[in-house]
């Protein structure tokens, strides 16, 4: 005989309200931290630019307003509906990486075509694949979950994707990005169930590849060398990095407070950009950091729990895809500006400047809210069932 426990899915549904609560004060106080960070990073560099300190933060503030929109949507969209639509989205962001190749269309800068550009428009299709790339591979894992164990009609069609895009965006001079994303498909992949065989023969493949790959461009040599030896090139290829530990190791304790660093307005080049964290680290200092990873922490338990009790594949699949997406980028990016790794081109996700990234971090949180959303009872649902099995059981 089938029995409702009434106060256990009670107890389920207002749990689940909390989740959904904590990750949107999550988002939206990285969100806020992030904006009020760059106008302090940004404001003497845009002052000499663009002759105007606000030039940056006015465009942070449009793309955190696009961003906030889709992040409901992306929140309250019916995920069955967005998988009709996963195949369209993959070809869409694979031709949008292939038009930065086009002269006229792709942009140069640094030495890298990344952003396509039309009109007045810009956007960097790479940041595109960080969530459409997850979300592909949650579908087609989730479809072929019977078939895993066979390579040709299970996994081989999810890694021809994953390559695609890793030659798309390496030819943009975008190494480290398409390395970043095949980590992160990795790791679906194994969540998904693969035979560890698979990922012996995927790693003693990728491993020696992605070492001849670094040798292939002179700065990539330069930023290894000078990761190995800080002391080879301090005003060449390690200035960067040697200044933002700088910025960090000056912060002390309670940091010197909003507006009042020093090193972002000359020391650090782009440092409104992938350095951002050092800026943000010198003005709030030890609690700053603590802030920022207790925020990370809540923001990975959060959808690492609701990848966990989903019972939906595909849902599982896409929340921790995103999950790690989103967490391994801020630690990527925060070992590259204390000087734990390499430097790299890897934005930090709610303060880097750029709206590519910012509207791609949005959508992701979006997406994982939406998994912690429909994983567990909602409140006003149980209340209603129970009142059903209650009018039932008095008849």
Known sequence: MFQFDAEKAYRQGFQGIKNIHLIYFCVFLFLGLGIITLYSASYSFAQRFYLTGNYFVKRQLIFAAIGIVLFFTASFIKLD??????????????????????????????????????GSFTYQPSELVKFVLPFYLAHLLDKKRENLDNFFSGIL?????????????????????????????????????????????AIAMILPVSSLLVFTKTHRVWRLVSFLRPDWDPQGAGYQVNASR??????????????????????????????????????????????????????????????????????????????????????????????????????????????SSLITTMISAGLISNVVRNTNYAAKDIKNNFSNFSGGSNE
């Open 246 to 355: 700088d910025a960090i190791i000056s912060s002390g304790f309670l940091g010197k407070g909003i507006g009042e660093g020093t090193h972002k307005i000359a020391s650090i080049p782009e440092v409104h950009s992938d350095f951002i964290f050092s800026a943000y680290v010198e003005e709030t200092g030890f609690l700053g950091v603590l802030l920022f990873f207790i925020l990370m922490v809540c923001f990975a338990y959060i959808g690492y729990k609701a990848a966990w009790k989903s019972e939906i594949v595909f849902n599982k699949l896409l929340a921790a895809g995103l999950t790690t997406m989103m967490v391994s980028q801020m630690l990527l990016n925060i070992a590259v500006v204390s000087g734990a790794l390499p430097a790299t081109g890897i934005p930090l996700p709610f303060f880097s400047a750029g709206g």
């Open 157 to 201: 069609s999810p890694i021809i994707v994953t390559g695609v895009f890793f030659i798309l965006i390496y030819i943009q001079n975008n190494f480290s990005t398409a390395v970043f994303i095949v980590f992160n498909a990795m790791i679906i992949f194994f969540l998904a169930g693969i035979r560890f065989r698979y990922f012996f023969a």
């Open 81 to 118: 509906f967005l998988r009709k639509f996963s195949f369209f989205a993959a070809l869409v962001t694979a031709v949008l990486c292939s038009l930065t190749l086009i002269p006229n269309v792709g942009v140069e800068r640094y030495g890298a075509t990344r952003w396509i550009e039309i």
